[in-house]
């Protein structure tokens, strides 16, 4: 099963957190982040990602269920 992924743009402060550790998942476009694909296998570093965004821009889900970030 494939993991979504979400960039929440009206959050994103274009810190390049997720772009500097997942550079396969996310780039910045101008002044916010944007995933390159919609959806990707499970990887633990999306999730280190969601986790390292200091705006909680990025939402990681797998089935409509919300894994990341994690509390």
Same mark, same amino acid.
């Given at each position: 099963m494939s993991w979504?992924? $979400?960039v929440d =743009?009206?959050?994103c402060i274009g810190s390049g957190?997720? =772009?500097g550790l997942a550079?396969?998942?996310? @780039?910045l476009d101008g002044e916010h982040a944007v995933a390159t694909t919609a959806e990707a296998d499970p =990887?633990? @570093?999306l999730? $280190? =990602?969601a986790d390292s965004c200091p705006a909680t821009a990025i939402t990681i889900t797998d089935g409509g269920l919300e894994i990341g970030p994690r509390p």
């Amino acid at each position: 099963m494939s993991w979504k992924i $979400d960039v929440d =743009a009206g959050k994103c402060i274009g810190s390049g957190m997720c =772009a500097g550790l997942a550079p396969q998942w996310f @780039v910045l476009d101008g002044e916010h982040a944007v995933a390159t694909t919609a959806e990707a296998d499970p =990887a633990e @570093v999306l999730l $280190d =990602a969601a986790d390292s965004c200091p705006a909680t821009a990025i939402t990681i889900t797998d089935g409509g269920l919300e894994i990341g970030p994690r509390p």
